[in-house]
C-alpha cells in the first residue's frame, strides 16, 4: 500500500485527478490517498495558496501527485507550482514526448524526454518591481559597478545559474539517458549571447558529459533548437535546459506528440518527487467533465515507474494506448475537429482505460 499525496488543484484540475486516481487504482496497485487541497479557493479560505499542511504531506509521503494549479499573472499570490518545486528542492523537471499511435501529430515515431532544471533562472522569483527601492539599487549598483545604465523605469528580474544547480540536472539528465538505453543528450542554451549564465550552463555540461563516454553529448542554441524541433524532431532524444526554455520547449514538444493533453510530467529531487501534467488548469472548461485526462494520468505511469511498480506501469500504458490508437472513447482535442458530437467526457476517458487494464 503506498501513500501518496493527492492535490486535485484547481481549475479542471479536481476533474483530471479524479480520472487518474481511478485508473491508479484499477491497475491493483494499493493505494491510499493523503488528500491535500491546493490554489485558488484555498487562498480564499486560508490566506495562502499553498498552507504548510500540503508540504508536510509531501515530506511524509515522499510522492505526490497534482492537478494543475492557476497563477494569477501580474499580481496576486505566487506560483504554486514554482513554490512548491523551489521549496521541496524538485529540480528534475522530466517531461517525456513521445507519439502514440492514432493521435494526431505531424511526425510518427517522436521519443523526447526533456530535462527542465527547475529551481534556477528567471524562475528563481527574485524581482524587483518598477520603482521599488531594490530596483533603484540594483540600478544604481550596476551603473557604479559596469557603468552600464538600466532605464530608471525599469522592472528588474534576476537570471541566476549555478555550478551545482546545472551539475545535478545535466547529471540526472545523463543518469536517466545511461538507464534507460538513450543514444544521445542534447544541452540547449544561449551561451553566445548570455556568456555567464547560459555560458556557465554549457561549460558545466560539458564538464558533466566527459563522465558519460558512452552516451554521445551535443550542445545547440534555444532558437535553432526549436526550428530544428519543428523540422527534425527524430534527430533528438533527451533534451537539458535551464529552466525557461525548458519550460517554452516542453510545450513545443508537447505540441508534436499531439498537444499538451498528453504530455505528462515529474518534479523529481532527491528526496521528493511530484507527478503532474505539463498544461496548466484550463480554466474556461473548469467543471465541463470535457478537458482530457491522458497527461495527468500518463504522469500516474511515470509515478508507477518512479515506486517500482513497472509491471502496473506498462498495463496502464498499454490500456492508455490501445484507446488512443482506437480513438473512439478521446475527448475534443484529440477529434479530427475540435467539435466532434463524438468526444467522450473526461471520465468517459477513464472509464474506458479501466475496461482495457489487464
Ligand atoms: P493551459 O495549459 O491551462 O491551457 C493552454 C491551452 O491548452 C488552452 O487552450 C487549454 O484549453 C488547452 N488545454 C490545457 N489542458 C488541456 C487538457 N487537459 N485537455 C484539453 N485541452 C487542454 O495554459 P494557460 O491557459 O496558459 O494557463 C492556465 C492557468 O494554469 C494559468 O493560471 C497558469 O499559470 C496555470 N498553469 C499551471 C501549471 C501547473 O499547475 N503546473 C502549468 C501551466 C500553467
Redesign the pocket.
Known sequence: MYRITLIP?D??GPE?TEAARRVLEATGVGFEWDIQNAGEDVYEQEGTPLPERVLESIRRNRVAIKG????PVGTGFR?V?VTLRQTLDLYSCVRPCKTYKGAKTRYEDIDLVIFRENTEDLYAGIEFQKDSGGAKAIIDTVRKISGRVIRQDSGISIKPISVFGTERIVRAAFEYARKNRRRKVTAVHKANIMKFSDGLFLEVAREVARKYPDIEFEDKIIDNMCMQLVQKPGLYDVLVLPNLYGDIVSDLAAGLVGG??LAPGANIGDEYAVF??T???????KGLNK??PL?VILSGVMMLRHLGETEAADRLDNAVASVIEEGRDV?Y?MKPAPDDPGAATTSGVADAIISRIT
Open positions: 488543484g481549475g479542471t483530471i494543475p494549479v492557476t497563477t506560483s507550482n499538451l493533453g503532474e501534467a498544461h496548466g488548469s484550463a480554466p474556461k472548461y478537458v482530457n497527461a475527448t482535442d
